[in-house]
């Protein structure tokens, strides 16, 4: 069965869920983010996502990559990672992110770039 197309819903383990309703032949995507987290105090709002995965059947376990425009944020994430299939069948997507807020001069770039890691379930 194809596992590991990225279309459908994904949960992460901040709550952040996105949507991916659109995978072309070559496997590029478009979706929705809805972050459950933000480190400005603007309302939190979706935004939209477009990435390309490696295609699921003709590598088992494919990487993909993907950008989120932040709508609500002067700033940009963008994803990585690959998803596997547990032993139970299960999909999970470990990914890492780097996460672009906007400077106001060259010498604030040093501190505009966080990274981390976030992994994503399926939503049933
Ligand atoms: O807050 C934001 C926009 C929302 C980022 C959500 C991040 S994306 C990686 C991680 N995984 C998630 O599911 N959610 C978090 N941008 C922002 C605003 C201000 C500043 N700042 O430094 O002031 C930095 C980033």
Redesign the pocket.
Known sequence: VKKCSLTGRWV?D?G?NMTIMTMKSNGDFAGIYY??????TKKIERSPLLGSQHQPYLLKQPTFGFTVH?TF?D?I?VFTGQCFVDEDGKEVLKTM?L?R?HADKPIDDWKAT?V?Y?EFKRLE
Not at 35 to 40: D, E, F, G, L
């Open positions: 992460n901040l952040s972050t459950a987290v933000s480190a400005t932040w944020s700033s994430t992110w996460l807020s966080l981390g976030n």
